[in-house]
């Protein structure tokens, strides 16, 4: 003999009164309640069962950085059985399935997380629903997730002195570097200005196509040799392979180059070169003064130069290299080992590695909120 | 003997003569030599000059009289166009001048730059050994020279042109044959000869052209000055492709040995940007590259004589 659930009056239970434990919402309890006890308990057939119900969908975690996990769970009433359950998470857009999670339900639960992934550029404002579909059932969720933005800076000088290796007896040799970095929503920005001092036989023709070359040179060399660099979320559970399509985990480049009248970072005097075909000169930089020779004696003279200038040491022997111990992480070595010769190594390589950006990955790390960053590749 | 550019490579002989004038020097500091008199005698004085900042020139003459010189770019002896290694024993006359050049004002209280030197441009090391001292000087582009240093480094330079007469493992390079059809395609042939003493290993022409460890070019420029714009601005650059002997980079050896005495032949050709009139042409071979297999190349930026086009 088999009587209804006293609660919902469907399930059936083996003794009279009892309750089959799957109406859990009150609503639910109530309805059925009231539609029973219209209808007096009675014998009824076993072809009769509780429908399930979807439950509470929802993201538990609303808000994260790209790449960081967020947990979701969906209930189902009814006293489904166990079984498979799958989980789409939503385009923000278009609602198409971006991923899919197979999952397990038990007990009317479905529990999972998702490592977040930007889908578009506006990922900064963007929605992410999903659903579940499980015991037949679609249950769509009640609220979104959005990605947690990166903090952003104003505008930071950088003065500080790089200092040569120390020499027995000799007081330490210093160049100053001065620059700028900002932290803006998708880059690290870093200006440069420069004030440019002509020398006996430069035009003011010539001082303005030696400005436009430093200017279109240096910023075509440290910017493209960004283009195969991330500066990327350590905590992203993508990894080093994350193939992340926008800037959500990375953080990009740029620098800007300008001359100024007033207020510059360093000064630079233009010296003519020679008439061919004597030796030409070589350009340097020392403390708070350049000379630099036009035209540049190599087609990387400038870049170099403004290499220095962003804090960068020769990695050819000189009295002035890295001064870091030797297993310092993007430690600059000299002279550059054998397949890794580069702009500050050798003339004509306009090569640049991740050990050139190290400063600007130190600017990140200071301004991310703790949410560290690392530079791929990786320092050699 | 196998070209290189540090003292590391030359002949055990030499090496072995090195390490006995360098245990001496420290075995005076430790007083078990007797002090030298007032007559300074060197040990060695090594004379480094950075025109290449990364492979800078390097001669070492010894105590002995045998001198090397290594030199990386003949940028400043354009009249020679060849780079290599350069070994000869100095004239006893030549040696006691050198002395002599040391000694005028005590080279250890001698100024130099040492603290202030800039990052690039031409800079110089002096490093002298004798028996009861070190001493290293640096002098850079930036700051004026005094007399004393300057008589030295007029001196030093001048060894090295007399140890130049004496090659060893030498590279030149000479151009001939400039032609330039209707179309403007400019033709040129590169002659790149041994005139050493011993074999000597270079990078194939063929393989420097787009290199990122090295290059290889037709500069030009107009033989007189357009008005109203530096001449140093008017010099182009071209990139030739080689006619002969290697048509393609792929399949061509990337290395050549040269005997001495022997030469090799290369025609280059590339487009010639410039307006019809008179102009001259000079051809940079550069590689920095050091090693291939088991051969040490010759590393550098050599020129070539410079022709009318």
Known sequence: MSYHCSECGRTLVSRAGDTCGACAMKETRQRVQAEHEETPEREVSHEERCEPVCGATQWTVTEAYCGDEANLVCTITGNPPDGPAIIEILHPENGSVIETINAEMTGGRVESTWVTKAQTENWRTDEIPFRVKAAGLTCNSSNVFTFRDRPTSNWTRKDFMRSCPRREGVAVQRHRTVYELNLEADKVKQRLKLKSFPTGGITDETKTAFETMVTTQSQATWNNGSNDKTFHRRNCQRGDECDCAFDCCKVGYELEINFVDADQHRRVYIVPQPDPPTAQISSWCRWDDSRWAYPPKAVTTYSHEVGHMLGQYDEYVTRCNDPSAAGTLCRQPAPAPAGQHNLMSHSGNSTLLSRHYRRILSFINSKSGNDTYDILPECT | ?309
């Open chain 2, 1 to 309: 003997m196998t070209y290189s550019r540090n003292a590391h490579n030359m002949d055990r002989a030499f090496k072995f003569k090195l390490l006995i004038l360098i245990t001496s020097v420290l075995l005076g500091h430790a007083g078990c030599i007797p002090a030298e008199r007032s007559k300074m005698e060197f040990l060695m004085i090594k004379y480094t000059v950075a025109d290449l900042p990364e492979t800078p020139q390097e001669m070492i003459i010894l105590k002995s009289g045998e001198a090397s010189y290594v030199s990386h770019t003949n940028e400043r002896f354009l009249q020679r166009p060849e780079i290599g290694l350069y070994e000869s024993v100095l004239d006893p006359s030549l040696l006691s001048l050198l002395g002599t050049v040391f000694t005028q004002h005590p080279f250890s209280t001698l100024p130099d730059h040492t603290g202030n030197m800039p990052e690039g441009g031409l800079s110089r090391t002096v490093h002298l050994v004798t028996s009861s001292d070190e001493t290293i000087k640096q002098i850079g582009p930036a700051d004026p020279v005094e007399s004393p240093m300057q008589n030295i480094l007029n001196h030093l330079d001048g060894v090295v042109q007399e140890i130049m007469k004496s090659p060893q493992q030498v590279l030149r390079a000479e151009i001939t044959s400039p032609v330039i059809d209707a179309e403007k395609n400019l033709s040129i042939t590169l002659h790149l000869s041994n005139v050493g003493k011993e074999n000597l290993w270079l990078r194939s022409p063929s393989q420097l052209v787009n290199q990122s460890d090295g290059w290889l070019l037709i500069e030009t420029w107009p033989e007189t000055p357009k008005p109203g714009t530096m001449w140093s601005e008017q010099k182009v650059n071209i990139k030739p492709y080689l006619a002969e002997p290697a048509k393609k980079t792929d399949g061509s050896p990337a290395t050549l040995q040269l005997l001495p005495g022997a030469s090799l032949h290369f025609t280059l050709q590339g487009n010639f940007p410039g307006e019809p009139g008179a102009y001259v042409a000079r051809v940079s071979y550069c590689n920095f590259m050091e090693q291939f297999s088991t051969e040490s190349l010759i590393v550098g930026q050599l020129f070539t004589n410079t022709i009318k086009i």
